[in-house]
């Protein structure tokens, strides 16, 4: 069964640093991209970005070029999400899903608030 | 980048109507397109793929079509479970975009 296991909720204050996870398990972990997309409260949909596990391609949509990190380490099959200073735009509910022909596999959703 | 034009933002139906849900994409993107059902606090939950994919598990009222750049989603007759908002995201070539989403409300 595939499954994709989000890290938990975070409170964080601007300029703070923060990495959230997704254990991924049920599937080979290099075959497939995985990415990341936000959701803003009251928001629609936005993909942030993807990466290919068996070679870390990323791709960022232009909105979070430069404003992110997404990695993949093929040895714990766990993607990550990364800031290196939040902001308070940054809070929103973030999902990681595995996109295949359309994205098949969601995580629960991580709920990062950034206030200060 | 290809921009995704949903429409109607919001939808008021009852039980048993018809209902559809129209995309426009900015550029041809053949049949490169997925809807999506989300509710509120849950992730979004994949219904059709390649535009009239109907995903593993999916009932068979909701249907997807597509002519040129205009994609449709149409639920034949609207359940109890099916208000929600809908999104379609196109996955020609990276980056995707997801429509703006419609909410389908109870009329």
């Known amino acids: 069964e595939v499954q994709l296991e989000q890290s938990g909720a975070e409170v964080k204050k601007p300029g703070e640093s923060l990495r959230i996870s997704c254990k991924t398990s049920?599937?080979?972990?290099?075959?497939?991209?995985i990415g990341w997309v936000r959701q803003m409260p009251g928001k629609g949909l936005e993909w942030m970005g993807i990466?290919?596990?068996?070679?870390?391609?990323?791709r960022y949509s232009p909105s979070f070029q430069g404003q992110v990190i997404i990695s993949a380490d093929k040895s714990t099959a766990t993607a990550y999400l990364q800031w290196t200073s939040l902001k308070a735009s940054d809070t929103a509910m973030y999902y990681c899903a595995r996109p295949s022909d359309g994205a098949d596999f969601w995580g629960q959703g991580t709920l990062v608030i950034v206030s200060s | 980048d290809i921009q995704m034009t949903q429409s109607p933002s919001t939808l008021s139906a009852s039980v048993g109507d018809r209902v559809t849900i129209t995309c426009r994409a900015s550029q041809g993107l053949g049949h490169w397109l997925a809807w999506y059902q989300q509710k509120p606090g849950k992730a979004p939950k994949l219904l059709i793929y390649k535009a009239s994919v109907l995903q593993n598990g999916v009932p068979s009222r909701f249907s997807g079509n597509w002519s040129g750049t205009e994609f449709t989603l149409t639920i034949s007759s609207l359940q109890p479970d099916d208000f929600a908002t809908y999104y379609c995201?196109?996955?020609?070539?990276?980056?995707?975009?997801f429509g703006q989403g419609t909410k389908v409300e109870i009329k």
């Open positions: 995201q196109e996955y020609d070539n990276y980056p995707w975009t």
């Open positions: 049920g599937y080979t972990f290099t075959k497939y991209w």
């Open positions: 990466v290919f596990p068996r070679d870390s391609d990323a």
